[in-house]
């Protein structure tokens, strides 16, 4: 069983930054990849960034690309998400995913998600 808490949303102007964490706890050894989706108000989830346990491997979903940065702390069990030059646009529901396996775009690969933080970006 996996727990993931996110934490870190709020609200900022645009262009300012934003800094998420995904707090895991339980089977943490069991899940391979960890993810952050978003979901803006009226839209579907979407991916944004994945990166596999032992790191070597990150995955951006555009346009987060220029933007994001995904990291994992094995030690402290986080996930994070650094977020600069933030836009209106990215104003969404961040949510926290993990599944067993290799990375993947789509929030129905995977099994455990979190309860989300809200980032809002406005001036």
């Known amino acids: 069983q996996l727990q993931l808490v996110e934490s870190g949303g709020g609200l900022v102007q645009p262009g300012g930054s934003l800094r998420l964490s995904c707090a895991a706890s339980?089977?943490?050894?069991?899940?391979?990849?960890y993810a952050w989706f978003r979901q803006a108000p009226g839209k579907g989830r979407e991916a944004v960034a994945c990166?596999?346990?032992?790191?070597?491997?990150?995955v951006y979903v555009d346009p987060a690309k220029a933007r994001f940065t995904i990291s994992r702390d094995i030690a402290k069990k986080t996930i994070d998400l650094q977020m600069n030059g933030l836009e209106p646009e990215d104003t969404a529901v961040y949510y926290c995913?993990?599944?067993?396996?290799?990375?993947?775009?789509?929030?129905?690969?995977?099994?455990?998600w979190g309860q989300g933080t809200q980032g809002t970006v406005s001036s």
């Open positions: 995913a993990a599944r067993m396996y290799a990375c993947r775009d789509r929030d129905s690969e995977f099994h455990d």
């Open positions: 339980g089977s943490t050894s069991d899940y391979y990849a």
């Open positions: 990166i596999t346990l032992n790191g070597r491997n990150t």
